[in-house]
């Protein structure tokens, strides 16, 4: 490969998680050399580990039917436990206060079941305007679900006019506007399309002082941004793993439910056999009673694979110094992407930046929306082997992710920006 700036000087020299892109394999380009793969915010690329971790319970269940669940090395009745401890690390929780299952709408719902109880007076629920669709979707039937016309119980935030983000005092001013109406907060904790990472504490703070529920979804943080959910005080979250935890498509799903819950049998929600207190749960009876913590959600029993795939992403992102160290790395190689497009020096109507400047309001994703032949741009990227990703009307979302984005891999995207500035803006 072709170094844009001598290597001694070169920022992937000392870069101290260099050697993890090694551990992922990066899909070949056109010319059949390794792509710019920046497309970690839909699905996160495939860590080596994943296909010995999927052989291992292949292996078992060859070899040991049945009895995997009880033998080692798979233990699968108590695999989902071995994901505990570092899901907790990941999001700054407590162990008790998380659990993986499912996949992330299903969640969404199971927690939407819990935490989204409407009242005569007390109806109302908070969402981002544009959320990705399918908690649009998942909302909408909520509020269905409870024999409310989505029109009425839904209120959404917009930008003000002449604005792509949200601000943050405009989310607590209409909190507060909502008072005693507003039954639950539910905001993506990173929007998917502007990459606006919200101030998640404050939400929690201006959300309970009108007594409503906050939850986030999690979808484009986790992985991505540092999380502290316990000391947030976050009422609820959930988040897939395809994205920036790299644990293979339609991969399993992560959920928090705050300390202050775990005790609380009494709340309503959808109950099955994984949830039920595991000390007496193959007593088969009737009667359920749930487990202590985020554990007393589950339906079903786990699904091996996925979460096979899921413990060896997690291991890495440990190995790699956990999400402080990630979130390093990940601040300069977007703060660098960034500074490439600014040099471009194209107006605002031309081609922009949507994505908040500051580093504390967003992840690693940039999003550019691109006025004018933003699909031409996007082929052309793809035409160098620079994998974005395309949203429908014009933007372009880029996402360099820490743990195999290069810096090369950005110098890559500016330079190929510059050539389709010379080439084609002319014309
Ligand atoms: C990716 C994403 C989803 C996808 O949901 P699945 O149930 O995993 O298919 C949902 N919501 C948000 C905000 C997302 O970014």
Redesign the pocket.
Known sequence: MNSLVPTTTHPDAADPLAAFRQEFHLPPGPDGQPCAYFCGN?LGLMPKAARAAVEQEFESWERLGVEGHFQAPSFWMHFHDTLTEATARLVGALPLEVVVMN????N?HLLLVSFYRPTGSRYKILMEGG??P??QYAIESQARLHGLDPAEAIVELVPRPGEHTLRTEDIEAKIAELGDSLATVLI?GVN?YTGQAFDMAAIARAGHAVGAYVGF?L??AAGNLELHLHDWDVDFACW?T??YLNSGP?GT?GVFVHERFANRPDLVRLAGWWGHDASVRFQMKKGFRPMAGAAGWQLSNAQIFPMAIHRASLEIVDRAGGMAALRRKSEQLTARLESLIHGLGLPADKLEIITPADPTQRGCQLSVLVHERGRELFDFLAAQGIIADWREPNVIRLAPVPLYNSFEDVERVGAALTQWVNERMGE
């Open positions: 839909s996949n992330l709408t299903v969404l959320a990705f399918s908690d993506g998917y979804d979808a484009h897939c395809y994205k339609g799903s």
